[in-house]
C-alpha cells in the first residue's frame, strides 16, 4: 500500500464547479500535510497547509481528519487556471524533514 | 533569489554513459531534497540532506545512483551507468525549516533526463 494515495482522476469539470479531492495516508505518525499544485511540465509549487481544524484560503478549503487518516481540497467556483495536477503531501513525524508525495489527481476545468 | 537552479534543463544521453545533475538550493536553506518524477510512480524521494550530510538515501534505486553535497551551494546526482529505465524528470528541492516544525520546500525546474 502506498503511503500515501490519492484519487486517480483525471477529472473534467466545468468553470464555475465546486470539485473535491481526497487523499489518504498509512503512517498514523505523519506530522502535517499539505496540497501542492503542478502545472503540465513543471516544478511542484505549495498551495497551501493543511490544518487540524480545517483552513481556508480564497475559494479553497481544506480538511483533515487525522482519526480516518484523510485529507481533503475542495475548489469552489473553479476557474480554467485552476487546471493542474493536486499533489497530497505528508510530512513524516520525528525529526525527519521528507515529504511524501500522492501521485497526484489531475483536474482540467472546461470552458 | 534567484530559487533552486538545476542543470541541465534536458539531457539525452545513451544507455551505459553516465550522467551528472547538479542543483543550486535556494541560499541560506539547510535541507535539500533530490526527487525523480515518472508517470508511473509518480514523486519519489531519492535522497535528502542537512548540512551536506545525507540523511536518509532509502529512495536511492541501486547502486548506479550517488549524490553528494560537497558545499551548501551545491549538489550533484550522477547515474553510472544509465539505463532507459531512469529517464525521468529529476527535481532537486530545498528548504529552511529553521526551529518550526516545517517550512515550505522549493523545487528547481527539474532536469529531463531521457536514456536512448
Known amino acids: 500500500r502506498k503511503e500515501v494515495e490519492q484519487d486517480p482522476g483525471p477529472f473534467n469539470v466545468p468553470e464555475g464547479a465546486t470539485v473535491a479531492f481526497n487523499c489518504t495516508y498509512s503512517n498514523s505518525a505523519s506530522q502535517s500535510f499539505f496540497w501542492y499544485r503542478q502545472d503540465c511540465r513543471k516544478e511542484p509549487k505549495l498551495l497551501m497547509s493543511v490544518y487540524s481544524s480545517g483552513n481556508e484560503d480564497g475559494r479553497f478549503t481544506a480538511q483533515l481528519n487525522r482519526a480516518s487518516q484523510y485529507i481533503s481540497l475542495l475548489i469552489r467556483d473553479s476557474k480554467l487556471s485552476d487546471s493542474a495536477t493536486y499533489l497530497c503531501v505528508v510530512l513524516r513525524g520525528g525529526s525527519a524533514r521528507q515529504l511524501t508525495f500522492g501521485s497526484g489527481t489531475q483536474l482540467t476545468v472546461l470552458p | ?116
Open chain 2, 1 to 116: 533569489d534567484a530559487g533552486v537552479i538545476q542543470s541541465p534543463r534536458h539531457e539525452v544521453t545513451e544507455m551505459g554513459q553516465e550522467v551528472t545533475l547538479r542543483c543550486k538550493p535556494i541560499s541560506g536553506h539547510d535541507y535539500l531534497f533530490w526527487y525523480r518524477q515518472t508517470m508511473m510512480r509518480g514523486l519519489e524521494l531519492l535522497i535528502y540532506f542537512n548540512n551536506n550530510v545525507p540523511i536518509d538515501d532509502s529512495g536511492m534505486p541501486e547502486d548506479r545512483f550517488s549524490a553528494k553535497m560537497p558545499n551548501a551551494s551545491f549538489s550533484t546526482l550522477k547515474i553510472q551507468p544509465s539505463e532507459p529505465r531512469d529517464s525521468a524528470v529529476y527535481f532537486c528541492a530545498s528548504s529552511f525549516p529553521g526551529t518550526g516544525v516545517y517550512t515550505e520546500a522549493f523545487f528547481g525546474q527539474g532536469t529531463r533526463l531521457t536514456v536512448v
